[in-house]
């Protein structure tokens, strides 16, 4: 898997836990549950440190369709993307499938990520 | 809608009742292997629990530690048990080694919302007086599953 989409993938689940972190609801359930997270401002440091590692033009393009979604970023089972679950047609499949660069849902524009 | 119950979503082969690791880190990497994804979704998925160790650890005390977060590398909830005989140092809240290691880790998005239920019934269950005792004479992980059936958690 390309470098920067691993960053990507990791970023993108940095961003799901602060937002969880930031309901208060559901910070306070956690609390309940028994988890202390009293480092939270941590989350913001480890989103810098993933963000430092990307690619410039990546970074701009999650971030352009983190306006439109919550998740940017969505898997590809069997041909199908998890973020519209659209069918890619076969030849673009097959391609992306062999390539090392950033590859787009040709229906919703997210990034994919094929899985199988 | 049924309640839902722990023992659907655990199976024999997400359960290792002696864990190997010595380190915080490498009990991480062996429950993330009890999910057996492939290399590259393993390492993306140990970074993403490191993170989240790094605000504040799972360990709640009384043995227990309950890593968990939210990743895309997987696309339904899963869980993994583990048990280390001699006792892992994980930054527990009441700073004992944690020896019971409950695994959890949901998609970015979940129709079914089972990842904060099921992380409340494991961290309700782990709070019994008695579990720390059960969990010791488990003997194979068919007793794990049994228990789980047994206490209809």
């Keep these: ?116 | 809608m049924s309640a839902l119950t722990l023992a659907e979503f655990f199976t024999e082969d997400a359960i290792k009742l002696v864990l190997e690791g010595k380190s915080k880190d490498d009990v991480l990497r062996e429950l993330v292997g009890l999910l057996r994804l492939d290399r590259r979704s393993e390492e993306i998925l140990y970074k993403m629990l490191r993170k989240r160790e790094n605000l504040g650890s799972t360990g709640i005390g009384k043995g227990v530690a309950i890593p968990h977060c939210r990743s895309l590398m997987v696309n339904r909830l899963r869980v993994a048990f583990g048990r280390s005989p001699s006792g892992i140092e994980f930054d527990a809240i009441d700073s004992k080694l944690c020896k019971y290691f409950f695994l959890i880790v949901a998609p970015p998005l979940e129709i079914s919302n089972q990842y904060l239920p099921v992380l409340g019934k494991v961290a309700q269950l782990c709070k019994r007086d008695e579990m720390v005792k059960r969990f010791d004479e488990l003997a194979s992980a068919q007793d794990f599953l049994a228990l789980l059936q047994e206490l209809n958690a």
Aim: include cysteine; proline fraction near 2%.
């Design chain 1, 1 to 116: 898997m390309e470098r920067q989409l691993e960053r990507l993938i990791l970023l993108q689940d940095l961003c799901a836990l602060k937002r969880d972190l930031a309901s208060q609801e559901t910070f306070e359930q956690f609390e309940e549950m028994g988890f202390e997270i009293d480092r939270a401002e941590r989350i913001e440091q480890a989103i810098n440190e993933v963000v430092k590692e990307l690619d410039e033009e990546a970074y701009e393009m999650f971030n352009w369709l983190a306006e439109k979604y919550t998740r940017p970023i969505a898997a590809v089972h069997r041909g199908v993307c998890y973020g519209c679950f659209i069918t890619l047609p076969t030849s673009y499949y097959d391609r992306i499938r062999e390539s090392d660069e950033l590859a787009t849902c040709e229906h919703c524009g997210r990034i994919i990520y094929v899985v199988d």
